[in-house]
């Protein structure tokens, strides 16, 4: 069955520095997700992506974030500025086609701003 | 977006059948229940997602009445590694686009 894999699987920055996490998504799949998760907390929607375009944000989605697909097939999360509570697991998630497809999550990367 | 709501624990003895029921009483007509299983410090698992009445596949069972302002998922003879949370989504859709919005889940127990 295919994967949604992310890299790296554990980050530790410095705070203030930039990060970029990575994820590859499932083959064919077209919708794209990042959500986060602090450490005893529920999961958080981030943000929404298709056709190369941000369809959906969440609050938690400021300027000091963003996405891409750089080459087509990776999904990157970038944080510019890092701050101590950006600590926290990233999963990316995606989806086939149709609205009603589900979501397929990725493993995570757990970052941890020192 | 429907909120959801279910217990925030259960426990149960392996090889028990256990029910998770959650509410969301302001489900809209186009949305669809979701449930997902998670371990500690990995990604959420799809489990089952349906519209209404019954539907089975080969982990688990959902059913929905027919108002659909609950669920229960129900996992048969569970094991000591069914320990995990438990969310239960409304899954809200629009054009072609899905949002979900996890609550605090169910974290279940098995104990031997």
């Known amino acids: 069955e295919p994967e949604v894999t992310q890299t790296p699987s554990h980050q530790v920055t410095q705070m203030g520095q930039e990060v970029i996490l990575r994820c590859v998504p499932i083959?064919?799949?077209?919708?794209f997700y990042w959500y986060r998760q602090i450490l005893g907390q529920k999961v958080e929607f981030l943000v929404s992506f298709y056709n190369n375009e941000i369809s959906e944000k969440s609050e938690i989605f400021d300027d000091q974030f963003s996405v891409e697909r750089p080459d087509g097939s990776n999904f990157t999360l970038k944080i510019r500025s890092t701050k101590l509570e950006d600590s926290a697991m990233y999963f990316c998630?995606?989806?086939?086609?149709?609205?009603?497809?589900?979501?397929?999550f990725g493993p995570g990367t757990r970052l941890t701003v020192l | 977006l429907a909120k959801t709501t279910q217990p925030i624990s259960m426990d149960s003895y392996e090889g028990q059948e256990v029910n998770i029921t959650c509410s969301h009483n302001?489900?809209?007509?186009?949305?669809?229940i979701t449930w997902y299983q998670q371990f500690p410090s990995q990604g959420p698992r799809f489990i089952i997602q349906g519209y209404k009445t019954k539907v089975t596949n080969e982990v688990a069972s959902l059913f929905i009445p027919a108002d659909r302002k609950s669920s229960t998922l129900s996992l048969p003879r569970v094991s000591l590694s069914d320990t995990a949370v438990y969310y239960c989504l409304v899954a809200t859709y629009s054009g072609g686009y899905q949002k979900v919005t996890f609550g605090t889940g169910t974290k279940l127990q098995v104990i031997p």
């Open positions: 083959s064919n799949h077209l919708y």
């Open positions: 302001n489900i809209a007509t186009n949305d669809y």
């Open positions: 998630a995606n989806r086939l086609r149709l609205a009603t497809d589900t979501q397929y």
